[in-house]
């Protein structure tokens, strides 16, 4: 469900390129406002190529994961919109199978795969206790790739 404002801004993105349809997402990346307007940051510079989340989310009823050439709103931590991407690729494995590539495309921290497993280990711990699960590096995750595509403002 979009706001009347990121609704404006989709409906501007679908003028602008002649795109037709739904964004497949609209969401923030992180789990704090703070988090969420350093990523957001980090897509318009170009650096941030690539996010993982637990497969678990994606196979919630009325749920799917990413296919290639999904676009999906991206929002800061207070909600606006602040630009699109396109979904390039999607792998499905399990987390211990993150590699130093992967860590350098979603290009947080310094890039190396240190701080992405330590980083991302974190998140997905707090994750685990507000949600009332168990994590571990067996579980799936959803690797995904994408473009920036379009700039709000």
């Not at 002649?18 to 609209?26: D, I």
């Not at 704090?32 to 690539?50: C, F, S, T, V, Y």
């Not at 994606?58 to 999904?70: F, I, K, Q, V």
Request: net charge negative.
């Amino acid at each position: 469900m979009m706001t009347p404002d990121q609704r404006a801004v989709w409906d501007r993105f679908c003028a602008e390129t002649g795109h037709r349809g739904e964004p497949f997402e609209v969401d923030q990346f992180g789990d704090d406002p703070a988090m969420a307007n350093e990523l957001a940051g980090l897509i318009l510079a170009g650096r941030k190529q690539a996010t993982c989340a637990l497969a678990r989310w994606y196979e919630l009823p009325g749920r799917r994961y990413p296919r290639t050439g999904d676009l999906s709103l991206v929002l800061d931590g207070g909600g606006t919109a602040r630009c699109v991407v396109r979904t390039a690729s999607v792998e499905i494995k399990p987390v211990r199978e993150a590699d130093a590539q992967f860590a350098w495309d979603e290009g947080e921290g310094d890039r190396s795969f240190e701080y992405w497993w330590r980083e991302h280990l974190a998140y997905w711990h707090r994750e685990a206790a507000a949600h009332g699960f168990t994590f571990t590096i067996e579980m799936n995750a959803c690797f995904e790739r994408f473009k920036l595509v379009w700039v709000a403002d």
